[in-house]
Structure formats: C-alpha cells, structure tokens
C-alpha cells in the first residue's frame, strides 16, 4: 500500500491526533473528511455525530473502508472507543488510507456534553419485524448481503440491495418510504443504514441479527441453495 506521508511513523503521528470538538468540528470543516465512526454496531445506532459513517473496529473493517471509500487520499476523522485509537490508524493505513488527521478526544461522550446534537438508527427486533409482515401489506425490505447471498436463500419479497454496491445504486430507493435493513448478522446493514442516513434517508430500521436471526422465525423464505460464487 502506498504511505503519502514517508513512513508508518508519519503517518502514526499524523492519525492520532486527539482533537477537541472545536477543533474536529473545524478540521471537519477545512477538509471537508469523512467523519468514521468505528464504535460497535450496538452502541452506535443510539447516538451518533450526524452525516458520521459507521464502519466498526471489532469486524471486517480494512475490506469495507476499501469497499466504500474510492479515495485514497480521502482525509479521514474517526472516532474510536477509548485505547482503539491506535490500531484504527494503523488498519486505515494497511489498506493505504494513510490520510487520516485525527481523532474526536472523548468521543461521543465529549460532543454530547458541549450541547451538540446527535442522530440515531431506529432498531427492531426479528420477531417485531415477523409480525409487521404478517400484518402489514407492502413492508419494505432491503437485503444488503451479496447478491449471492441473497439467491442462495432470502426473505419472499426482500429487495436485494448489496452494500457493496450502494453509492452507485441509492438513487434507486425513495426517501419518503420507510425501509427495514438486514444483512446476515447486523454488522452491514448498521453501515448501510449509517450511509442512507448520512445522505438523508430518515425512514430507517436496522434488523437485529439479521438473516441468521429471521431464519428463526416464521418468515416465508426461498428454498436454500448453496452459493455458487462469492459475489
């Protein structure tokens, strides 16, 4: 991968910056960064920095920074459960994103304690979503696994919308309808909903556990077969 800065020391030495929300808020500003937000995907849909994006430390993080950010010289800020600072910078930097220029001091904790807003994800668990289907026509439901995930096996009536197509294919969806999102365990369709989020999308639920959770209920499913490509 390529290191803009000369060495990992550089680059080391230019990510962990810990910022003040002043500051973030003006380095957000200056250079116009994409704010990651790499918390879990449990605690994360509960309050989070508007337009931030979330891509978490704890799961596949490296191949989905890659997937979704075409830049590599994109100026990153981030924000990272306190002591996860470090390997956050050297994982960007591994994949080449060497351009990250500091972190929020005090996280989430520390915006909300100047007064600033936060956003959120509204959640549902696999049996609520079961007995909206069941009693409503004409649910919403995206499927952001791979498209070979999806023909191995979905949710009768499930729109599939892979993650690692969704800049290219948002403009599809309707921002006045309400949208109910899974993925296989909740780690992508969290990233998804945080993207949809961030460009304005506002009628969002995230499903807890995901496929390997709806399998359990009573949802009408495709017949399994076995995928044929990793795709």
């Known amino acids: 991968n390529k290191m803009g800065y000369g060495s990992i020391d550089d680059v080391m030495k230019h990510g962990l910056v810990p910022l003040s929300v002043p500051d973030f808020k003006n380095a957000w500003k200056a250079t116009d960064a994409l704010v990651i937000d790499t918390r879990t995907k449990d605690v994360f849909p509960m309050d989070f920095i ?18 979704l950010i075409p830049d590599l010289q994109q100026a990153i800020l ?17 994949v080449g994103y060497d351009n990250c220029i500091g972190y929020l001091k005090g996280g989430i904790e520390a915006w909300m304690e100047e007064g600033n807003e936060t956003d959120s994800i509204q959640e549902c668990t696999p049996e609520k979503f079961a007995q909206y289907f069941a009693e409503q026509d004409g649910l919403h439901l995206l499927d952001v696994r791979r498209q070979s995930e999806f023909e ?19 403009n599809k969806l309707d921002k006045n309808l ?5 993925c296989a365990g909740g780690y992508r369709s969290m990233i998804a909903c ?5 460009r304005g999308f506002e009628n969002l639920v995230n499903i807890k556990g995901g496929f390997n959770a709806l399998k359990a209920t009573n949802l009408p499913m ?9 795709l």
Request: net charge negative.
């Open 50 to 67: 508007p337009g931030s994006i979330f891509i978490g430390i704890d799961d596949t993080f490296a191949p989905w920074v890659g997937t």
């Open 78 to 94: 981030f924000l990272a459960d306190e002591g996860k600072e470090e390997e956050v910078v050297i994982r960007l930097a591994r």
């Open 152 to 170: 191995s096996q979905h949710v009768i009536g499930a729109e599939s919308f892979p993650l690692d197509f969704i800049n290219r294919n948002m």
């Open 178 to 182: 309400t949208y109910y999102v899974h």
């Open 194 to 198: 945080s993207i949809l989020k961030a």
């Open 222 to 230: 495709t017949q399994y077969h076995a995928p044929v490509t990793m």
